[in-house]
């Protein structure tokens, strides 16, 4: 069968990698990949241009599409594939909700009465700056509601600090609609699922480190790495969350309509008051992906297949862990300048790439996140020191990652 897979980064990198394990694939697509995706064939278009995406899956008669980006899926891409009778495995436009309106989330949060942080919603940035400025506690995180180039997630550590946010937000975009939820610690993890209508199959559990410094001080990312499973958390709390928050909420989409299929994953934090939602997801996460998939021993397109065809998949898991180590261009996430050509000399574990093009026979960073080191072992402290070793070939001065992943 022939597979199309949207989007560029990381993430597709790795569902490639799975795809291509698959005796079921005979042909992989990327749409429109990067230049180190060479076990599939590139296509050059536009990937929000989603009519030229469905003509393209017509024309070459793609048996199953994958999507990675949010803002595809928010899109509508299902939508119009199904109108066509083309098989992708993703959520439809209104069913994105999940992930690219944070207020109907907590809404829908709220009528299930899933427990997630604290928030207040505003649209006028007067209200907004006025009640900022009230605020005794910090930190606070101040989110944005709907999808953002740079995630539309704050952390606000003063009231000068909330007041510029919020001031940058709206100058960006006058009609702006914001949530100033509650700052909470505790152990971190996200559980991924396969979804058909109402049924769930969860898949792993990953840690991700969002934060650019090791001491978690730092600036708001896309993500610095991931190590997957994870420490400390137990099987109970893990079957918690299944059975009281991610159950009902694909029972709560299927009532309501939205009749979600493809990738639901939760954010989800156990604080001393108990398990908190963060936030729902409507895909693979990025880089939570490159270290779950390459822990899947069963075959990766099967088991989606499996789903959308209202069986039971078979879904086999390595005992090994896996972490992985993202290298970044300095300056990121505020400025993403760095253009440097990379020190690609061969290593002896994964790499997953992210921003990097090609001129001239050399491949250069695009700024932002570059390339993710993964290694599985036996233990943490194994993965962690083969994946270090690596990427400390790769790091030059134009570089850098956080030293602290996989650590609990």
């Given at each position: 069968m022939k597979v199309l897979i949207?989007?560029?980064?990381g993430r597709e990198h790795a569902m490639l990698k799975a795809c291509k394990k698959s005796n079921l694939v005979e042909k992989i697509y990327v749409l429109p990949g990067n230049c180190k995706m060479e076990d599939a064939t590139r296509v050059d278009i536009d990937m929000y241009d989603i009519e030229k995406v469905k003509n393209f899956a017509i024309k070459?008669?793609?048996?199953?599409?994958?999507?990675?980006?949010s803002d595809v899926l928010a899109l509508g891409i299902k939508d119009e594939f199904d109108k066509v009778g083309l098989n992708i495995f993703?959520?439809?436009k209104s069913a994105t909700r999940i992930e690219s309106s944070r207020y109907f989330t907590k809404q829908?949060?709220?009528?299930?009465?899933?427990?997630?942080?604290?928030?207040?919603v505003f649209t006028d940035r007067e209200q907004t700056l006025k009640?900022?400025?009230t605020l005794e506690k910090f930190p606070v995180t101040i989110k944005i509601d709907s999808l953002s180039k740079n995630l539309g997630i704050f952390i606000a550590r003063s009231n000068k600090m909330a007041n510029d946010i919020v001031n940058e937000i709206f100058d960006e975009n006058e009609n702006s609609k914001i949530l100033v939820e509650e700052f909470v610690m505790g152990k971190e993890f996200s559980i991924f699922t396969l979804v058909k209508n109402e049924k769930i199959y969860p898949l792993q559990i990953v840690k991700d480190y969002k934060r650019t410094s090791d001491s978690e001080d730092g600036e708001h990312t896309g993500g610095?790495?991931?190590?997957?499973?994870?420490?400390?958390?137990?099987?109970?709390?893990?079957?918690?969350v299944v059975e009281k928050i991610l159950k009902p909420m694909a029972k709560s989409m299927y009532e309501d309509g939205y009749g979600f299929e493809g990738f639901l994953y939760g954010e989800i934090v156990i604080t001393q008051d108990g398990i908190k939602v963060l936030s729902f997801n409507a895909r693979l996460g990025d880089p939570e992906a490159e270290v779950l998939l390459p822990r899947l021993k069963s075959d990766f397109v099967q088991n989606i297949l499996d789903v959308m065809n209202g069986k039971e998949p078979e879904i086999v898991w390595s005992d090994d862990v896996c972490v992985g180590i993202v290298?970044?261009?300095?300056g990121y996430p505020s400025k993403?300048?760095?253009?440097?050509?990379?020190?690609l000399v061969p290593v002896d574990n994964d790499i997953c790439f992210m921003g990097v093009e090609e001129k001239e026979g050399e491949i250069f960073a695009k700024g932002g996140r570059n390339l993710i080191v993964t290694a599985m072992a036996k233990d943490f402290e194994t993965a962690r020191e083969l994946a270090y070793k690596d990427i400390e070939k790769l790091k030059t001065d134009s570089f850098f990652y956080r030293e602290d992943i996989g650590k609990f």
């Open positions: 949207v989007g560029k980064g070459e008669n793609i048996d199953l599409t994958l999507v990675g980006p993703a959520p439809t829908l949060m709220e009528k299930l009465k899933i427990p997630t942080t604290k928030y207040v009640f900022v400025s610095m790495g991931a190590c997957s499973p994870v420490a400390k958390v137990t099987d109970n709390e893990i079957e918690q290298l970044a261009s300095n993403e300048k760095c253009q440097d050509k990379m020190k």
